[in-house]
């Protein structure tokens, strides 16, 4: 008798090393999602389960976990399902990984980056490499060309008030994203020019893009 429990257990083991290593996460990810379930007292079948693990398992497990434990123990919304859709997982994960993403600095800050590597080793003017970007970034904004003015206005009526007034005749409307961009790009702006009144002998130019 205790030979036949011992051949079992064996077989048992062997059966579990025999697993790949892809089986295995499926084997995690099926306990999560269950687990998951039966906290939102919403307990699944093992075809429904299936199918949440295959559209999860693109997914690491360092991802997955957090997220069904979380949900797990959340409490229900109304006038929501308490088992979402596939998609709604998908879309959880896609979200933490949003969350926990180091965001790409802007270009200002990667600028002021540049400038404090240069302070740190000693280096008071840009490489030729440095240089040669700068030269194509001027090129690219036009700050090295001549800036056409029209002299000649139109009249433009305020729908609001009936008032007419001049104004160039190129005059162009921004949209409102160009006016959130150019806000955006002023206060970049007021950042690097408080830096280079402190630090007046590095050679810092008129650019705002990466440069390094």
Not at 42 to 65: F, H, K, M, R, W
Not at 180 to 194: F, G, M, P, Y
Request: hydrophobic share 35%; glycine share 6%.
């Amino acid at each position: 008798m205790e030979t036949g429990i011992t051949a079992r257990q064996a077989g048992t083991l062997m059966q579990q090393q025999a697993l790949s290593p892809s089986l295995l996460k499926q084997k995690e990810i099926l306990a999560l999602l269950t687990r998951c379930s039966m906290r939102r007292s919403a307990p699944q079948n093992s075809v429904s389960l299936a199918i949440y693990v295959q559209d999860l398992s693109i997914y690491s497990l360092d991802v997955i976990e957090p997220v069904l434990e979380t949900f797990g123990g959340a409490v229900p919304e109304y006038y929501k399902p308490v088992w979402p859709a596939s998609g709604v997982f998908t879309e959880m994960m896609r979200d933490h990984i949003r969350s926990i993403r180091t965001p790409d600095p802007t270009s200002g800050e990667k600028w002021l980056q540049y400038i404090e590597r240069c302070k740190s080793e000693g280096i008071e003017k840009p490489d030729d490499e440095t240089l040669t970007r700068i030269e194509k970034l001027n090129g690219r904004f036009g700050l090295e060309k001549p800036k056409e003015i029209i002299t000649t206005c139109t009249e433009l009526v305020c729908t609001g008030c009936g008032l007419a007034q001049p104004v160039a005749g190129n005059i162009r409307n921004w949209t409102p994203q160009q006016m959130r961009d150019h806000a955006d790009l002023i206060e970049e702006l007021a950042v690097i020019a408080e830096r280079n009144r402190n630090m007046p002998k590095l050679p810092l130019g008129d650019v705002v893009e990466e440069v390094a």
